[in-house]
Nanobody, 117 residues
């Protein structure tokens, strides 16, 4: 089992920045990919960014060039630096961890990001 705890959400004005953190605990050696997804009201959950254990990254089209995902393996923590935030970035952001061998997806409880215009 893997437990994920997110932090860093909040209210920010358009153009501002926030950094989200997600700390993993439990069977962390089983994790291959960690990432962030978001879900806005009335919309489906979508990929924001993910990062493999080797450091390869992948971003959703809407955040490319504005958001950066990083990972501190020593702290079992993944970060999402969000710059140039827009009102359409408003959503609940969820941390995700994928363990390939076990075919398991783990999710955090989510953290709300609100961007005001």
């Amino acid at each position: 089992q893997v437990q994920l705890v997110e932090s860093g959400g909040g209210l920010v004005q358009a153009g501002g920045s926030l950094r989200l953190s997600c700390a993993a605990s439990g069977s962390i050696l089983s994790i291959n990919v960690m990432g962030w997804y978001r879900q806005a009201p009335g919309k489906q959950r979508e990929l924001v960014a993910d990062i493999t254990s080797g450091g390869s990254t992948n971003y959703g089209d809407s955040v490319k060039g504005r958001f950066t995902i990083s990972r501190d393996n020593a702290k079992s923590t993944v970060y999402l630096q969000m710059n140039s935030l827009k009102p359409e970035d408003t959503a609940v952001y969820y941390c995700n961890a994928f363990a390939a061998v076990a075919h398991m997806d783990y999710w955090g409880k989510g953290t709300l990001v609100t961007v005001s215009s």
